[in-house]
């Protein structure tokens, strides 16, 4: 009896475990920045948390983030000037396009 009791303890255990991991909801925010060398980094603000990615022959992506309506912010490297876009959706499992960003001088 007491160790029935401890496997069907373990075993939920286990269950709570694997399942809480389920209900994290995260997608992914890509784009392009034109000139390629015109920036260093993007960030990606949602509330108070920011996070910040590089940017790659002028490609950026933010894979698994939480979902929530993002602010993407592009670096420019001097000349040029920075870039924010606004109401980035991140929605479960999708991969958001921000497309072409073009940074003027």
């Known amino acids: 009896m007491k160790r029935t009791a ?9 269950a709570i475990i694997l399942f809480s ?13 034109l000139p ?4 260093a980094e993007v ?3 949602l509330g108070s948390d920011t ?4 940017v790659n022959n002028g490609n950026f992506t933010f894979p698994n983030i939480k ?4 602010t993407i912010l592009v670096k420019g490297i001097p000349p040029y000037k920075d870039v924010s876009i ?3 959706a991140v929605i479960d499992s999708v ?7 073009k940074l003027q001088q």
């Open 86 to 88: 606004k109401n980035v």
């Open 67 to 70: 979902t929530g309506t993002y």
């Open 43 to 45: 960030l990606a603000v």
């Open 21 to 33: 991991f389920s209900f994290i909801k995260t997608g992914n925010i890509r784009g392009k920045v």
């Open 6 to 14: 401890i496997n069907y303890l373990m075993v939920t255990g286990l």
């Open 51 to 54: 996070l910040k990615t590089v």
């Open 36 to 39: 390629a060398e015109a920036a």
């Open 95 to 101: 991969t958001t396009d921000v497309g072409v960003v």
